[in-house]
């Protein structure tokens, strides 16, 4: 499936996610700014956990650099309407106030707008909301004649070598010491308000990060479709007692959650690559999936790269085409329990202590490997996709992000963590906060800069009115109570064929 057409015929998107901080480096608790428009209708600017987290959406894009394109532009439209506000470009967060303070997401007084907002209520009570304030990219990604078996196969191989994306990318060695007030969490104190540990890659993605031991009960294959999603069903339709006990409701008829099974809603389950599907309005994903397979993946596991003004660049938007290219067209064993678990290990080593001389991981064929030989195979695979894309698309791009990204292997001071750290101890008095304050004031500075001609200032403008004027619609139209509508919005026969 390497022949020039197809490989011309790959489609990526990404969704961003940023918390809007105050310029001291605080979290700016306001509502969603209304020139951004509805958060429940905008095609292109939403939130995701929190009321003060935006996320950002692009469109379906044949080209890297025209993605880039358009996340840029939604970022001057945003950065235009946040005043002295600013997006918050590292993925552990900002200083938080206390974990009740933070506020989840609103998107009105609709039923599909309340049921956002109750299943966000829901994480907050299972999780904590600091927990839901940690920021990342998500890259959407498909290629021409895949299909759900060739996409799973990916997935498998991703889940078995995804560590490399943790230790080229990850940008998360340290945090406010804020977000884990109160909480066993084994870091080292750097600073007086940071925590990191001295290896680390992604500690966003370690066992600080979105991790659950509720979630650890559920076996997810990603064998067949049919597997897959007998178990998330499973975890959508079994109640869990800690969250029996929490109760759908209070006494005084508020709701603390959607449900009381172990998983709300599909979108609860963590993992670091999800099969998707586009979704027809009101349908549950799962139902999609069954019905009509798996048309993209979506790759979770994306740090913002503080040093990149809109979180990611380029050079790793190729490593990502190349990377899954790779896991695609590789060979791809069925999965079992012992080597999910395994998979799990080795994302928790990278993401702690990835940059350890020396690390070992565990190999899903047996034994040990280091880091360093298992990477150096993965990206020579890599390089023969990065080869075919480049003759595809014409010029050398693919493998020359590859070769700068690949030097990171050789070079572990040129990672993102490893850049971080030499920064924060070289100019912020190792402060994580100093450093993405400062980054963060940069990144606004150089989006503001940017021309922005009145055509797209006009057509971010009528995109915020069209979506306020089409929330507007959805609660005009509500009829039903909603709690009838809870119900049936969580009823399992709606995840069936």
């Keep these: 499936m390497n022949d020039k057409e197809t490989l011309l015929g790959i489609r990526r998107g990404i969704e961003k996610e940023s918390l809007r901080a105050l310029p001291g480096g605080g979290l700016a608790l306001t509502p969603h700014p209304v020139a951004l428009g509805s958060a429940l209708t905008h095609p292109h600017i939403t939130t995701d956990y929190s009321e003060s987290q935006l996320e950002l959406i692009t469109g379906v894009h044949a080209g890297v650099d025209d993605c880039l394109r358009e996340l840029t532009e939604i970022h001057q439209a945003v950065y235009h309407a946040l005043g ?15 974990d009740e303070t933070i506020p989840i997401g609103r998107y009105g007084s609709s039923n599909v707008g309340r049921a956002k907002s109750i299943y966000r209520m829901g994480l907050g009570q299972r999780y ?26 990916a997935i498998r191989n991703f889940r078995r070598e995804g560590w490399l994306l943790l230790y080229l990318f990850g940008a998360s060695p340290a945090l406010c010491d804020s977000f884990v007030a109160g909480r066993e969490h084994g870091l080292q104190r750097l600073s007086g308000h940071t925590l990191y540990l001295p290896h680390a890659t992604s500690l966003r993605m370690g066992r600080l990060g979105y991790q659950s031991d509720a979630q650890a009960s559920i076996a997810v294959s990603y064998n067949c479709l049919e597997a897959y999603a007998a178990s998330l069903q499973e975890a959508l339709s079994r109640p869990y007692p800690p969250y029996e006990a929490i109760g759908v409701r209070t006494p005084g008829g508020d709701y603390n959650q959607l449900s009381t099974s172990l998983l709300q809603i599909e979108n609860e389950f963590y993992s ?140 572990p001071e040129l990672c993102p963590s490893a850049r971080m750290l030499t920064v924060m101890a070289q100019d912020f008095g190792d402060s994580y906060v100093g450093l993405i304050r400062s980054q963060s004031d940069s990144a606004r500075s150089a989006l503001l800069a940017l021309p922005y001609p009145e055509a797209l200032q006009q057509r971010f403008a009528r995109l915020a ?33």
């Design 84 to 98: 002295e506000e600013r997006l918050w470009v590292g993925s552990m967060p900002c200083g938080l106030p206390a």
């Design 128 to 153: 904590g909301r600091r927990m839901q304030t940690i920021s990342g990219i998500h890259y959407n990604w498909s290629l021409p004649g895949a299909g759900t078996d060739e996409y799973l196969g």
């Design 272 to 411: 670091t690559i999800r099969a998707k599907r586009v979704i027809r309005p009101g349908e549950r994903p799962l139902h999609a999936l069954r019905e009509r397979g798996v048309e993209y993946i979506e790759v979770r596991l994306m740090d913002l790269d503080p040093f990149e003004p809109v979180g990611i660049g380029a050079d790793t938007m190729r490593v990502l085409d190349a990377f899954l290219l790779h896991c695609l067209h590789s060979d791809s064993p069925r999965d079992t329990p012992e080597e999910i678990a395994a998979n799990a290990r080795n994302q928790h080593r990278v993401a702690g202590h990835g940059r350890e001389p020396g690390l070992l991981l565990e190999h899903w064929q047996g034994g040990q490997r280091a880091l360093a030989d298992w990477a150096a195979d993965i990206l020579a695979g890599c390089a023969v996709h990065a080869d075919a894309l480049d003759a595809a698309h014409g010029g050398r791009a693919y493998r020359n992000a590859l070769d700068r990204i690949g030097e990171r292997l050789r070079r």
């Design 465 to 497: 009115a069209e979506s306020l004027a089409e929330q507007a619609r959805i609660e005009a139209a509500d009829t039903l109570p909603f709690e009838e509508f809870r119900r049936f919005y969580v009823a399992p026969e709606r995840m069936a064929v």
